[in-house]
Nanobody, 124 residues
Framework: QVTLVESGGGVVQAGGSLRLSCVASGRTFSRYGMGWFRQAPGKERDFVAAISGSGGSTGYTDSVNGRFTISREDGKNTVYLQMNSLKPEDTAVYYC?????????????????WGQGTQVTVSS
């Protein structure tokens, strides 16, 4: 069982930056691929970024590529999402997810473990 707790959300003006953190329980964090997803009001939850268990491979959705960076610090059981050049359309609840394996995963149904989410609001 893995418990995930996100933090770092808030309100920021367009063009600003935020860094989200997700801390995982357990002693085998390095064996889990980690992902970030987001759900805007009235929309489905969508993939944002993911990183492999080794940290050597990452993936991003097109709309955030070049603006967001996912990284991990296994010694702290933490995965980060650095978000730069934020836009109003980035406004959403951001969720952290974990899946056992050395790869990174894009589909929600591949992740059995989810956090509660953190709100990000970008004002224009």
């Amino acid at each position: 069982q893995v418990t995930l707790v996100e933090s770092g959300g808030g309100v920021v003006q367009a063009g600003g930056s935020l860094r989200l953190s997700c801390v995982a329980s357990g002693r085998t964090f390095s064996r889990y691929g980690m992902g970030w997803f987001r759900q805007a009001p009235g929309k489905e939850r969508d993939f944002v970024a993911a990183i492999s268990g080794s940290g050597g491979s990452t993936g991003y959705t097109d709309s955030v590529n070049g603006r967001f960076t996912i990284s991990r610090e296994d010694g702290k059981n933490t995965v980060y999402l650095q978000m730069n050049s934020l836009k109003p359309e980035d406004t959403a609840v951001y969720y952290c997810a974990a899946a056992y394996g050395s790869s990174w995963f894009k589909r929600q149904n591949e992740y059995p473990y989810w956090g509660q989410g953190t709100q990000v609001t970008v004002s224009s």
